[in-house]
């Protein structure tokens, strides 16, 4: 028998909740680190006969990115796979040299959900429905999961400077892990993952990508990122055991493919 945390009535704004909670980190990031990016770049700048402060890089570009992505949720946790389209941004710091390999580095917030038509069930006795039910109903599914993440890449670039590629990890913490689980009739039940012995608040992707620019905007330019990353960890664990899949045990996981839309400054 599976373990659930549930709710009943309407449903609750965690998602909005945790929305706003993660965008709130992101802008609270992103105003702290712009003050590092405009301070290292200030030192650069010194003065004829001025001694120049010893720095670790010789420059920062600071990039902020709008993403959308694609996710796709597989495995034993539930009867079937799910996919869907989300959102999030972020905050690229890039310390190559023009022209030259190097290393840079994100902090993102990242929204990946999806949906699956008969993708769950609702389990007699929990979320309102009554245990004289004593038949697991067909549900369809939709998945919520959102992540601040940090992620630091290897940029390879050419001289020529109109495209890299990238290649790195993706470290998440779930800010919203939940499930919800939608009958034709009756009310739907919710699964909320952080916080259970089958959630896993963590996430580490492998992540690759390329970057193209698209255009020159003034002094800076305009560049499309895709990326995609695989998870090291799956979302829920692998001992989980599923009533909805006639008893199967297995976990839960997400791959995303983004796409990113960012401004070099």
Known sequence: METRISATGPRRNNNARASSAGLRIVSILFAVLSCFGRDSYAQVQTGVGVDRVPQLVNSVVIMPYITGSYNQFSGKAYPEPAKGLGFGGGLTFDLTDTGKSGFMFDFAFQDMRGAAQNGSCVIPGLGGVPLSDSNIQSAD???????????????????????????????????????????????????????????????????????????????????????????????INSNYVSSCSSGDVGGWRIITLQGNLGLRL
């Open 141 to 235: 599914a939709y998945h919520y999961w959102q992540y601040v993440l940090f992620e630091p890449f290897w940029k390879f670039q050419g001289a020529k400077k109109n495209g890299y590629l990238l290649l790195g990890l993706s470290f998440g913490y779930a800010v919203l892990s939940e499930t919800v689980s939608t009958p034709a009739t009756g009310p739907s039940q919710y699964t909320m993952w952080s916080g259970s012995s089958y959630g896993n608040q963590f996430r580490l992707d492998i992540r690759a990508g390329i970057g193209v620019k698209l255009a020159d905007i003034g002094k800076h330019q305009l560049v499309f990122e895709a990326r995609a990353g695989y998870p090291i960890f799956g979302a």
